[in-house]
């Protein structure tokens, strides 16, 4: 069984920052690309950012600029630091892994973290 946990979400006010982290647990051999998604009330899940083993990113053009992800290997764990938060970006943000276990592999969801942008 493998697990994902989000947490760093919360209430902030417009222009500041918040740091979610999503850590990754169970049964697994290695952790190919893990991704940030959001999901606005009344909207569709959308793409936020991905990051490969390797450390290569990709962002959706919303965020560009003001997102940062990142990943710490060793500890399964990844991060999505986020600047100049804008209300728009208000949603329900939710981590994804294609994880590698001993017998296969599967992506996988967290259960989301709310951040919540006042302006």
């Known amino acids: 069984q493998v697990q994902l946990v989000e947490s760093g979400g919360g209430l902030v006010q417009a222009g500041g920052s918040l740091r979610l982290s999503c850590a990754a647990s169970g049964s697994i051999f290695s952790i190919n690309a893990m991704r940030w998604y959001r999901q606005a009330p009344g909207k569709q899940r959308e793409f936020v950012a991905t990051?490969?083993?390797?450390?290569?990113?990709n962002y959706a053009d919303s965020v560009k600029g003001r997102f940062i992800i990142s990943r710490d290997n060793a500890k399964n764990t990844m991060y999505l630091q986020m600047n100049s938060l804008k209300p728009e970006d208000t949603a329900v943000y939710y981590c994804?892994?294609?994880?590698?276990?001993?017998?296969?592999?599967?992506?996988?969801w967290g259960q989301g973290t709310q951040v919540t942008i006042s302006s």
């Open positions: 990051v490969t083993s390797g450390g290569s990113t």
């Open positions: 994804n892994a294609d994880v590698l276990r001993v017998y296969g592999g599967d992506t996988y």
